[in-house]
């Protein structure tokens, strides 16, 4: 691995977009970013743990259940169509139910555009690829904190997100291999829920939060018999809706 991170930096060095960067401040900009997200590395490892052990009972076979953290790799998008795939739901509602758990990303790239000026379209595709919400509020913070040319920001971006990547990889196979030793008996499917309510629990921190999670799970519930499993749609969409008129009237009370 230092081998490999060692000849991509080089790589990254001779392109034009980087030019002026020494080598040495871009590596001191990775292992800066190794080492801010290292803290948040302990509470991914049993995420992926239970992310692929969640698959494999959701009904996934062992190398969809891989090839999808590969592909994929987007923890909470994950769970939920492994969730809808082992429900056999069509593919337009588990595309549209992926997207909808996704779209935080398109404001996050939108956030850290500006400092990526400058970037071979390349990375900016390989950027992508790997963001995630712990690696931009890393890198973000960081940017906030401390001046960085380009280069340097996008090789402490990489150093945050390249180590969650793998450890995120490692972690799902061995939930996968873990989930196919556990016998069936045991019903796994308590996996999924249990996984959703640990990241939603620790972010409601407000009156619109909350007020969103149970529209949420209430409208989930009442509409579980709608055909093709679109009730996690309906409930999404009505959430989003709840919280942000809920937000809005707050903020419009504390201004009053």
């Known amino acids: 691995m230092p081998e490999l991170i060692k000849k991509t930096m080089e790589s990254a060095r001779s392109n034009d977009d980087l030019s002026g960067e020494s080598g040495k401040s871009i590596s001191s900009a990775f292992w800066a970013g190794v080492r801010d997200i290292s803290p948040i590395l302990l509470g991914i490892f049993p995420f992926s743990l239970i992310a692929g052990v969640a698959q494999i009972g959701a009904g996934l076979e062992p190398f969809p259940a891989v090839a999808m953290s590969i592909i994929v790799f987007?923890?909470?998008?994950q769970l939920a169509t492994a969730d809808l795939l082992g429900n056999n739901a069509p593919a337009v509602i588990i595309c549209l139910t992926a997207l909808?758990?996704?779209?935080r990303f398109v404001m996050?790239?939108?956030s850290l555009s500006p400092h990526f000026s400058g970037i071979s379209r390349f990375w900016k595709w390989i950027s992508a690829y790997l963001l995630?919400?712990?690696?931009?509020a890393v890198s973000i913070?960081?940017?906030?904190q401390q001046h960085h040319l380009p280069g340097q920001k996008l090789w402490f971006y990489l150093g945050c997100a390249i180590p969650l990547w793998v450890l995120w990889l490692i972690g799902?196979?061995?939930?996968?291999?873990?989930?196919?030793?556990i016998p069936e008996s045991w019903s796994l499917d308590f996996a999924v829920p249990l996984t959703f309510m640990a990241i939603m629990l620790p972010n409601l921190r407000d009156w619109a939060a909350g007020v969103a999670a149970l529209t949420s799970g209430l409208i989930?519930?009442?509409a579980f018999n709608l055909p093709m499993n679109i009730s996690i749609i309906v409930a999404a969409v009505s959430g989003i809706l709840v919280g942000f008129f809920t937000e809005s009237l707050l903020r419009r009370k504390a201004h009053d």
């Open 172 to 181: 799902t196979v061995i939930g996968v291999i873990v989930g196919l030793k």
């Open 74 to 77: 987007a923890g909470a998008a």
């Open 220 to 222: 989930s519930v009442v």
């Open 141 to 144: 913070i960081r940017y906030s």
């Open 100 to 103: 909808i758990i996704n779209l």
């Open 132 to 136: 995630t919400d712990q690696g931009y």
């Open 108 to 110: 996050y790239s939108a």
